[in-house]
């Protein structure tokens, strides 16, 4: 396939749909089709400036009181108990959030926002269980939300002080005494210009201008006094909000990648995220996550030069990728293993769902590998696509997904189902809303195209299986299942 | 011990991720090609001196003064100054069937107390950084010169690092019941420009592979013996079905324990409830196995081993539990070890470090598995030499 000049084909607006957002929906299809690749990739860039905020959860909306706070002369055992009544409110409030947010990507008519956000969270990495308070992972996938299609630069400088990375890297309370070394790694791997592209002495110049920073409650508001100052953060911190603590700040001047300068936390990061170094990472990061086959580089390189042309605009970098030929190449087609998020809510789009809640999309994400606020440690190492079938067995899990969404039982973990007979399937209401037409054929083949899996699904094959169930909820959710069970639905 | 101390047991070779290919077919037996490993993570950090108590030494009683266990509760071991912790009972009686064993004080000089740490560490065999991305197991199975392309299976939720296969010879399964119905396409009706496509397919066919073997396996016998009903239970159930049903798969790992669900090993908290629960699910577990290999003609080929991030400290700490240590206890089991409690007493009062000072290191249990077990060429595999542990009979 060859870079179109106009979306005549309608396979080419579907690849352009399948890559920047979530599936090829009719309302997104009729928004594309006849405009040259320019202007389409423009109103979904334009379509994303209407984007609204996730729901606040109540637990986000309250100022947040630490739960497990440690007071003077406080036995070791009543600590251990706040701690643990603390993480598994934390576990529950990470659960709505991952439900809330599910039906966001789901229903957004911002698809492209939602996707880049979950490039960027992606990236990051984070873990509500290093985290914690919700009211932090809450306001972090708000604050990627938000930057996610303005500049590289001023994103990565907004996550220098997300009280959810300060958390999760460790750098709250990092004093000049003892500079976060490891966040400041983590930081330059992860965000910055990718695993082992730095040197000691950048790890070392970031980690003194961390320094600095302390998550506390805003000034004015009361705190317990009689707190103990020993023990770990999560038992002292009072609040969420970075506050600068100049006394803890290293003062001195840094020099990251050859520049010098007396940078603090975010200064630094905005500093290197100016740089081709990490042009040169957000290349590799975009390529990889739009699925493109750049085996000279070229995609690569224009990304890279698209990117210092413009200080890191993301919607720059977005009309870049789809102008470059090797988007639409022959070899970039259907190339894309889809991340198990992007399975489940172009699932959702392509048959009408307009809510996960009451799914156990939780447990399905866990097999499949993908925790939505449960990202590995090592960020985009382990998140890019190539992960999504390692171990190879993670396939099993991912074709559990038409039993997901029928909210038919499936037994997770090694104990077997022994249910038996599950009797007659009761499905939800969106199945029986499934056209039903006079021919069977036409109405597999109807949802086989809604669908829109890679070509080389067999329609009569999976014909030959409904006959035995005739009757209409019966057919669609056979069909349903068939194809989120194929190999052809993977891909992108 | 120290390192120097150690050294008498290793001598280091430079570390070989992939080894040189080996003879699966050993000098002219045709049992030993059935040998199997079954390979436990306690996950946690397992405390061993609660486990194997040893009852006469005040100093273990004035350092647990609430969490220790009462010596009249305990197990009694015939001439050991050492009982059992009574949730054990099943474990116990394995014992004296000469079935089951203990390995006392295992682990390593400047032993790490970082779970992250200690489990990659106990996992792929070394102690260097970096460390490898194979386990000691997965180097055994990929240097296997076997047709079989799977050799060994993790049941669980997450790939065990120990059966990291550079060449994909071990696989995880974390849902038994997702492999049914998995259907694969007709090679005929394959062809396809999508190059992804075609590593789907391929997937799709060595999941179908196994999942024949799943599928197999529910012919076996395990719902006749009193697997506890528990993932750990189930996991070893499969085992047993696997293992009855088959004979080519040769390793499998499973834990006991969990950070997200019920108890784990790391008993900072309630270590004696933790306990309880997680030795008597232990003990069932492995006897339930027992029984059904035993059965099935298959308990003499069959190897367990258990392992943990690391022992604990001696001192119990203020919330009823322990904190992390150095050595600790391996519990071993099958047809042809050598039963009963290994090595001497330890030496609490002497700690160097608050925790159980190591005198067995666990490469030299892991070498004893591969050379003397599974006929490999252990040193290749554990990048170093060290003397085997005696822990077959």
New interface residues.
């Given amino acids: 396939m060859a870079k179109p000049q106009k979306l005549t084909d309608p396979e080419h607006s579907k690849h352009l749909l399948r890559r920047l957002t979530f599936s090829a929906t009719n309302k997104l299809f009729h928004h594309v089709e006849n405009a040259s690749v320019l202007a389409a990739t423009r109103s979904l860039i334009d379509l994303s400036g209407t984007a609204t905020t996730l729901p606040t959860p109540a637990f986000a909306e309250q100022p947040w009181t630490n739960p497990a706070l440690r007071f003077k002369n406080m ?3 009543v600590l ?1 108990q706040k701690d ?1 009544l603390a993480r598994q409110r934390y576990k529950e409030e990470a659960s709505q959030l991952e439900q809330e947010w599910l039906d966001q990507l789901v229903t957004s008519s911002t698809p492209l926002r939602e996707s880049m956000s979950l490039f960027f969270h992606t990236t990051f990495g984070g873990s509500y269980k290093t985290i914690g308070p919700g009211k932090a992972v809450y306001a972090h996938i708000e604050l990627v939300r938000r930057y996610a299609l303005s500049t590289i630069p001023k994103l990565l400088e907004a996550m220098a002080l997300s009280p959810a990375m300060l958390i999760q890297h460790g750098y709250d309370e990092s004093r000049r005494e003892l500079p976060p070394y490891y966040a400041a790694e983590k930081v330059l791997a992860q965000w910055l210009v990718g695993p082992g592209n730095y040197s000691n002495s950048d790890v070392e110049n970031l980690a003194r201008s961390l320094t600095g920073w302390v998550l506390e409650a805003p000034p004015g508001a009361t705190v317990p006094d009689n707190l103990d100052s020993k023990g770990a953060r999560r038992n002292r911190r009072t609040g969420l909000m970075p506050i600068f603590h100049s006394e803890y700040f290293d003062n001195g001047e840094k020099t990251l990648f050859g520049h010098t300068g007396n940078f603090n936390a975010p200064q630094a990061i905005k500093k290197i995220a100016t740089l081709p170094q990490c042009a040169s990472w957000y290349a590799d990061l975009l390529t990889d996550y739009f699925g493109i086959h750049d085996p000279n580089g070229a995609a690569s390189q224009s990304l890279i030069d698209a990117y210092l042309r413009s200080q890191g605009d993301i919607p720059t970098l977005i009309e870049t990728l789809t102008s470059c030929k090797e988007f639409w190449s ?2 970039s ?5 889809k991340s198990p998020v992007h399975l489940v809510v172009g699932a959702c789009q392509a048959l009408g769902i307009t809510s996960v809640q009451g799914l156990d999309l939780e447990s399905w994400l ?2 499949c590998g993908q925790s939505l606020l449960d990202s590995p440690n090592r960020g985009a190492q382990s998140w890019t696509s190539s992960a999504w ?1 390692k ?3 993670r ?3 991912r ?2 997904l038409g039993d997901i969404l029928l909210a038919q039982p ?8 022994k249910t038996g007979d599950l009797g007659r399937p009761n499905f939800p209401a969106w199945v029986h809303r499934l056209p039903v037409g006079e021919e069977t054929h036409q109405v597999v083949a109807d949802l086989v195209h809604t669908l829109d899996p ?3 699904l ?1 329609v009569e094959n999976i014909l030959d299986t409904v006959n035995q169930r005739p009757t209409a909820p019966d057919v669609s959710a056979n069909v349903i299942r ?1 194809v989120l ?4 639905y ?2 992108a | 011990m120290n390192r120097r101390n150690f050294l008498h047991t290793a001598a280091l070779l430079p570390f070989v991720a992939n080894p040189i290919a080996w003879a699966d077919l050993p000098k002219g037996s045709t049992s030993r090609r059935a040998r199997r490993v079954v390979l436990i993570r306690l996950a946690g950090g397992n405390d061993g001196l609660n486990a194997l108590v040893p009852y006469r030494d005040d100093f273990y009683y004035r350092n647990r003064p609430n969490i220790a266990i009462p010596a009249n509760t305990l197990l009694t071991l015939d001439g050991r100054d050492q009982g059992l912790n009574p949730a054990l009972a099943s474990f116990k009686e394995l014992m004296e069937e000469g079935w089951a064993g203990l390995i006392q004080n295992v682990g390593y000089p400047n032993a790490s107390r970082s779970h992250r740490r200690a489990t990659e560490i106990w996992s792929t065999g070394t102690d260097l950084r970096p460390s490898p991305e194979t386990g000691w197991l997965g180097r055994w199975a990929d240097a296997s010169t076997t047709p079989d392309q799977i050799l060994g299976f993790t ?3 997450a ?1 065990a690092r120990a059966f990291a296969s550079a060449a ?1 010879r071990t ?9 049914r ?3 694969i ?1 007709n090679p005929k ?2 062809q ?6 075609a590593t ?2 391929q ?2 066919r ?2 179908y592979e196994y ?1 024949g073997l799943f599928e197999q396996a ?1 012919s076996g016998s395990g719902h006749r013996f009193d697997y506890p ?1 528990t ?1 750990f239970g ?2 070893m159930r ?1 085992i047993g079905d696997i293992i009855e049903t088959q004979a080519n798969t040769r390793i499998f790992h499973t834990t006991l324990g969990s950070f997200e669900n019920g108890f784990s090993f790391d008993t ?2 309630d270590q004696l409830q933790a306990h309880q629960s997680l030795y008597g699910e232990f003990g069932q577990g492995l006897s339930a196995l027992a029984k059904h290999l035993q059965k099935a003609g298959s308990w003499q080929d069959t190897l367990v081993l258990t392992y943990s991030d690391f022992g604990r400290l001696i001192a119990e ?4 539990g322990t904190e992390h240590g150095d050595a600790g206890l391996m519990f071993i089991a099958g047809g042809s070890i050598a039963a009963g409690v290994h090595g001497q007493l330890p030496d609490l009062a002497g700690s160097t470090n608050g925790g159980i000072n190591p005198l067995v290191d666990f490469r030299q249990v892991f070498t004893a598995v591969l050379d003397r077990w599974l006929d490999a060429p252990a040193p290749e595999i554990m990048g170093g030499v060290y003397s085997p542990y005696p822990l077959l009979a």
Avoid: C, F
Wanted: no cysteine.
């Fill in positions: 036995s070791a055992a251990a643990q022959e070899s087609r259907w190339n894309l293993i866990q097999a079938l171990p190879s067995g396939l099993t899990a074709y559990k499936v037994s997770w973990g090694m104990r077997a189902n890679a070509p080389g067999n068939q069970a194929s190999a052809e993977q891909l | 049941l669980g939720q790939p994909s696989e995880l399964v974390s849902s038994p019941d997702t492999l119905n998995i259907q396409t009706k394959e396809t420009t999508v190059a992804k496509l789907l397919r997937i799709e060595r999941i999942a529910r009903d993932e189930a996991a499969w900072h908290l700490n203020k919330s009823g």
